[in-house]
Structures are given as structure tokens and as C-alpha cells.
């Protein structure tokens, strides 16, 4: 897949991936310009109760008293993002939401935190901290083989569990992950 086509994809990590913070993640890629590029791990709980998380901002959470926030990446980690399905509270012209693709929008700013926490869609995650890279690091990585491209799909964002996700995804590029090996350049 071509660098402009990372946008709203899927990155999966591979083994030769030495990095701690990326072991076995399945990462969506909200950006990817020249200049640098933003993505979400979807696959690593927090272990933070929403309720918690949102009454921390004096703001009731109306939904799942058992749903938690993802760990979206090592890079600030007090910061938090959403990606949503459609929602009946938030318009997709209002400019503090961004649709990543069909079925998956993206906000980061506390008003819309507080608009969905008080009707949250039914296809809500939430998570603390970002994945970034600066100009060409991304590059490199992918020309040495650590992650390989996927299409992003609202179903693998929103129900597949996050224990489940790496194999889910792999085995849907129709390959067999006990296959992969840690080596570097394209498999």
C-alpha cells in the first residue's frame, strides 16, 4: 500500500518489531502526511473505567458502567481521543469530528467528549494517547517489514475483542500468524 494510503488503514505489527509499546498491536491510522503521522492501537485496554475517566472532567457517563478506554499509544498519554459510529447528538459538519471511514468517526476535543458521554452511540472507544511518527520514520519501519497494511473495517474497530484482534486481523489478510517470523524486509 502506498504512503497515501495509509490514512484510515490498518497497521499490524510484526514480530521483527522490537518496540514494547507496538508487541502484537493492531494500530488504525488516523493520518499519514510527509510530514508526520497519527494512529490509535486498538488492541490494548487501559484498564480505566469510563465512568471514572469521565467523572475526572466533570462529565456524567451515561453509558456501559463496565466499559474502559483503550491505550492508544506511548505518546501523551494524558491526552484522549474517540472513535465513534453515527450519533444522533454530533453532526459530522461540526468540525471538532473528522469521519476516518464509512461507519468510523474520530473526535478529540472535550466537547465532544461530553456530548457523547451523555448519549454515547452503541460503536464508542475511547483511549488515552497516540501512536506518532515524524517525517520518514514510518517509512523505514514498513520498508524493514515491522508492520504490514490492512483495510480498516468498522467490525474489527468496534467488535472484535482486543485479546482476539491481531490474529483476526492477520488471519484476514489470509495468512497463518504462527507462520510469521521475526526478519527483517517483506514476508
Known amino acids: 500500500m502506498n504512503d497515501a494510503g495509509l490514512t484510515s488503514s490498518l497497521l499490524v505489527a510484526m514480530p521483527q518489531l522490537q518496540d514494547p509499546n507496538f508487541h502484537r498491536t493492531v494500530l488504525l491510522m488516523i493520518e499519514h502526511e510527509t510530514t508526520a503521522s497519527f494512529g490509535l492501537i486498538l488492541n490494548r485496554p487501559a484498564e480505566l473505567l469510563l465512568s471514572n475517566l469521565f467523572d475526572s472532567l466533570d462529565c456524567e457517563w451515561r453509558g456501559d458502567t463496565e466499559?474502559?478506554?483503550g491505550w492508544g499509544g506511548p505518546v501523551e498519554p494524558a491526552s484522549g481521543w474517540m472513535l465513534f459510529g453515527d450519533s444522533p447528538v454530533l453532526s459530522l459538519d461540526d468540525e471538532q469530528v473528522s469521519p476516518v471511514l464509512d461507519g468510523?468517526?474520530?473526535?478529540?476535543s472535550l466537547d465532544v467528549f461530553k456530548e457523547?458521554?451523555?448519549?454515547?452511540?452503541?460503536?464508542l472507544r475511547f483511549f488515552l494517547?497516540?501512536?506518532?511518527?515524524?517525517p520518514g520514520q514510518l517509512e523505514f519501519e514498513l520498508a524493514q517489514g515491522a508492520w504490514l497494511s490492512a483495510k480498516a473495517e468498522p467490525e474489527v474497530i468496534f467488535e472484535i475483542p482486543p485479546d482476539?484482534?491481531?490474529d483476526h486481523v492477520v488471519r484476514g489478510m489470509g495468512i497463518e500468524p504462527s507462520s510469521l517470523v521475526s526478519t527483517t524486509g517483506v514476508h
Not at 468510523?104 to 478529540?108: A, E, L, M, Q, S
Not at 494517547?129 to 515524524?134: E, V
Open 67 to 69: 466499559a474502559t478506554a
Open 104 to 108: 468510523v468517526n474520530f473526535g478529540g
Open 116 to 123: 457523547l458521554a451523555q448519549t454515547p452511540p452503541a460503536m
Open 129 to 134: 494517547g497516540y501512536s506518532g511518527w515524524g
Open 164 to 166: 482476539d484482534m491481531w
